[in-house]
């Protein structure tokens, strides 16, 4: 099996997304991408979406477009320019602040990621190596002792904050100063690319409270460099719970978040037919695939949810030689798509189902489905096939068909397919 979670997406499935444009998004995209070219100055952005909406997607796709050096169409030289002008006017660094949240200080684990994130560039290399000193010295003058011995061994020793090369300039700690030398340091890291920086920070409303607020503090107050652009990818509701988690359920987490954001966007939903005809389209059965489009439909399932939906179809079965056995082919396609579409969207649902409490939910999702499902037993009547999904729905909880029209294999397939589906975690 493969894993098919487009939020932990390789290099080469992003890619594949902005190419075929498999999400419906790249006018988003370019959209984004001529307004972040037009702005001058300091400026804090954010990308608001829910959870599962594919908003790190999105915003490693403008990350895939600002670094790759392979030839991409862009269907129009406008775009083409659009693109090009942006690549030349920034330097792009991801940030995922939830894989840094277990340090104290949101500062130094930023500007440390950012010094790296430069210091891996070869094109700077040279350059890097005549202000190694310089940097050193700024550096030193914001971090603590045990953060100067992390980023050594973090960075192969290219940054020792304990060289004795680096001034002893005592640590600054007032406001004023820790900002003047933050800006400082930017100064020198956007002189070294020549070009402005574009901070992309990610996946903030999951850190713990207290690091999602300093993070946005620090940014807010210390990062004010007209050089710098921040972009921050949030679930603006739940970051507004997170805030109050800290400061109290009676704070007003949206007025405090809005005086974080210059701008915020609004991610459009997937165009979740075509992402799925795009990326799905070379699945051998149409049954199934239609019948999964229509579950994904019924339980509005997002871009995320559809991702776990096919990993664990193919984990699942669905794939195996049925010999025309319509029974084993309505387990896979019917009891065991909706079964795992009702884990992923409501864990106590399926529990019920599963007990053999949700006859009625899931004879109502045949009935509204059941054009398809008399494409899996064609030349019956309605009346038929829905009386045979009852008596299917009566083995649970204990699976035990008794005897019931001779289908005991039926039932034992049907029973390890849920068994399987019982024991994976979603």
């Known amino acids: 099996m493969k894993r098919q979670d487009t939020n932990t997406a390789d290099d080469g499935q992003i890619s594949d997304l902005f190419k075929k444009d498999l999400l419906n998004r790249n006018e988003n995209l370019y959209a984004l991408i001529n307004f972040i070219n037009g702005i001058e100055g300091q400026m804090i952005l954010n990308i608001d979406g829910a959870w599962g909406t594919g908003k790190s997607v999105f915003l490693r796709q403008l990350e895939y477009i600002s670094s790759t050096k392979e030839y991409i169409d862009y269907r129009g030289t406008s775009y083409q320019n659009m693109v090009d002008t942006f ?14 949240d277990l340090y104290n200080n949101p500062m130094e684990s930023l500007i440390s990621e950012l010094l790296m994130k430069i210091a891996s560039e070869k094109d700077y290399e040279d350059k890097i190596n005549d202000v ?3 940097i050193n010295n700024k550096f030193k003058k914001f971090t603590g002792d045990g953060l100067r011995r992390g980023i050594k061994i973090i960075s192969g020793g290219f940054i020792d904050l304990n060289d004795k090369k680096v001034d002893d300039t005592l640590e600054i700690t007032s406001v004023g100063s820790q900002k ?44 004010t460099h007209d050089d710098v652009v921040f972009l921050f990818g949030t679930n603006k509701n739940e970051l507004e719970h997170t805030i109050k988690s800290l400061y109290g359920q009676g704070f007003n ?5 809005n005086r974080f954001f210059d701008f915020e966007f609004s991610l459009p939903n997937i165009d979740k037919d075509k992402y799925i005809d795009r990326k799905y389209s070379d699945d051998s059965n149409l049954l199934l695939h239609d019948f999964t489009k229509y579950s994904i439909d019924y339980f509005n399932l997002s871009m995320r949810d559809i991702e776990r939906l096919y990993a664990l179809i193919n984990v699942i079965g669905t ?27 409501n864990g106590n649902g399926y529990k019920k189902f599963m007990d053999g409490q949700g006859r009625d939910d899931f004879l109502l ?29 009566s083995m649970f909880p204990n699976f035990s068909y008794d005897g019931l029209y001779g289908r005991d294999r039926a039932s034992e397939y049907l029973k390890n397919s849920m068994k399987l589906l019982t024991m994976l975690s979603i």
């Open 319 to 345: 794939k195996k030689n049925y010999q025309n056995n319509q029974d084993y082919i309505f387990i896979d396609f019917v009891i065991v798509v909706y079964a795992i579409c009702l884990k992923i969207d």
């Open 365 to 393: 999702f045949c009935d509204d489905s059941f054009q398809t499902i008399n494409e899996i037993y064609y030349r019956k009547e309605k009346d038929e096939i829905m009386e045979k999904i009852n008596n299917f729905y």
């Open 180 to 223: 003047e030398a933050v800006n400082s340091l930017l100064q020198l890291l956007s002189s070294i690319t020549e070009k402005r920086i574009l901070i992309i920070v990610d996946e903030l409303d999951r850190c713990k409270p207290s690091y999602a607020v300093e993070l946005l503090e620090v940014v807010k107050h210390f990062f």
């Open 253 to 257: 987490g949206y007025k405090y978040l």
């Open 87 to 100: 690549k030349k006017e920034y330097f792009l660094f991801y940030f995922n602040s939830w894989e840094h």
């Open 132 to 134: 190694k000193d310089e």
